[in-house]
């Protein structure tokens, strides 16, 4: 159970996530989707109840251990001032980063060849919240950040709302091929996504 003062947004909900699967979470505005992302993530507690991961229930104690094995990409990636590398590899030193796992997240993410058209590629400079950036390459960069983690739970928030048609079959794509490697949750509208949930 989960409600907000006496709002309820969930009561007796129980659902499994399988390992290794694309789950979809989809309704209308207002109907507990972002409360569920939130719970998943350890944001909010149950109201009653408990979020359990193989069989572990989440609490203080383990809720570190958690957040290191999940990447979250909202729907508003936020960039700050730096180069794309730093963007990506977003808390690893810049000398200590794995160069073949940043090229990889980078094709991963459909960024490739943007990289490739930019003289200065991945020490091309980003502007104060990315504005020398379109909104679908902000989000591919935000996927990209989160790919450069290695999560065993990837948990992505409309992750096509910026793109157009192309990318967005192409990113959906290299989406599904990920679930070898990870959980992932996508919170989506799209009909193109659910099909494949």
């Given at each position: 159970?989960?409600?907000?003062?006496t709002?309820i947004i969930?009561?007796?909900?129980?659902?499994?996530?399988?390992k290794?699967?694309v789950?979809c979470?989809i309704?209308k505005?207002?109907r507990?989707?972002?409360t569920?992302?939130?719970?998943?993530?350890g944001f909010?507690?149950?109201?009653?109840?408990?979020i359990?991961?193989d069989?572990?229930?989440?609490?203080?104690?383990n809720?570190?251990?958690?957040?290191?094995?999940i990447?979250?990409?909202?729907?508003?990636v936020?960039l700050?001032?730096g180069?794309l590398?730093?963007?990506?590899?977003?808390?690893?030193e810049?000398n200590?980063?794995?160069e073949?796992?940043?090229?990889?997240?980078v094709?991963l993410?459909?960024l490739?060849?943007?990289?490739d058209?930019?003289?200065?590629?991945?020490?091309?400079?980003?502007?104060?919240?990315?504005?020398n950036f379109?909104?679908g390459?902000?989000?591919r960069?935000?996927?990209?950040?989160?790919?450069?983690?290695?999560?065993?739970?990837?948990?992505?928030?409309e992750p096509t709302?910026?793109?157009?048609?192309?990318?967005?079959?192409k990113?959906?794509?290299?989406?599904?091929?990920l679930k070898s490697?990870?959980?992932?949750?996508?919170?989506t509208?799209?009909?193109?996504?659910?099909?494949?949930?």
């Amino acid at each position: 159970n989960f409600n907000y003062d006496t709002k309820i947004i969930f009561e007796n909900f129980s659902c499994s996530i399988k390992k290794n699967n694309v789950t979809c979470i989809i309704g209308k505005s207002g109907r507990g989707k972002s409360t569920l992302v939130n719970l998943l993530l350890g944001f909010i507690r149950p109201s009653e109840g408990s979020i359990d991961i193989d069989g572990n229930i989440l609490n203080k104690i383990n809720i570190h251990e958690w957040h290191e094995k999940i990447s979250f990409v909202p729907q508003n990636v936020i960039l700050f001032q730096g180069t794309l590398k730093e963007n990506i590899i977003f808390g690893d030193e810049k000398n200590n980063f794995d160069e073949i796992h940043i090229n990889n997240a980078v094709k991963l993410a459909n960024l490739s060849e943007l990289i490739d058209s930019l003289p200065d590629g991945l020490n091309t400079m980003v502007s104060e919240k990315g504005s020398n950036f379109s909104g679908g390459q902000i989000q591919r960069i935000g996927i990209a950040r989160a790919l450069y983690r290695k999560p065993e739970l990837l948990i992505l928030d409309e992750p096509t709302s910026s793109l157009d048609s192309d990318t967005e079959m192409k990113l959906i794509s290299e989406i599904v091929s990920l679930k070898s490697h990870a959980t992932i949750v996508i919170v989506t509208h799209n009909s193109k996504i659910i099909n494949i949930c």
